[in-house]
């Protein structure tokens, strides 16, 4: 799953790489973004896709906190997610973070080591989400997958459960997400875990995860779908 990202992107590579409409101003990106902050995601309506800003996590499941990353194969059999699962949309990020416990081995703590992973050829990735609205505001949550093996290396809390976002690795992916006349059913195949084999991705401790001073507890803590399979 996925609690932080940064996001370093200029309007050009945004229009470039979603193909999005240029008749409006879209803005450069840069920045750490997390639950609860309004984040750029790319929406298609009627065959146009725009980048908007939507709140990342749905509204509180009775009471708890807001929930920011789907579990994809699960998510139709979820009477809370069911109803979204054609409102689909794509962040674009460059790096996620990721908490690795540790255990000093002189005073046997546990450690939560901030990691940045991105792509190793420094490409701009896209991940699968989905969004609602409730009349007032618009939210977004990421979908994830089975963690591959290098992703549940960082991503090791829950060893028996590792999770990793689910990207979307290029522009036919990305159309057919995007395009609601395909059912979830349909374009589920896309939400697949890296192959190991390839070696997309490279990991980096990081001192600091974000320069908003949020530490790395309160970030990693975000509950990932409360009690929605019912």
Known sequence: MCNRYHLDATAEELIEMFELVRDVGISTFVGAFYPGKRVPVVRQHEGV???EQMTWGFPPFKGKRPINNT????ASGSPFWRPHLGQRCVFPISQAI?????????TGELLKVPHSIRFRDGRLAAVAGIYGADGQDSYCSMMTCRANRFWSQIHNAKPDDPRMVCFLLDSQAIADWLDADQSYEA????????PDAQDLLVATS???????GRGAEQAEGRTDEPGLFR
Do not use: F, K, N
């Open 49 to 51: 896709r725009r980048i």
């Open 71 to 74: 579990r994809s194969e699960q």
């Open 98 to 106: 990721e908490w690795q416990h540790q255990v000093d081995t002189r």
């Open 187 to 194: 374009v589920r195949c896309l939400l697949m875990p890296l």
């Open 206 to 212: 990081v001192a600091s995860p974000d320069s908003d």
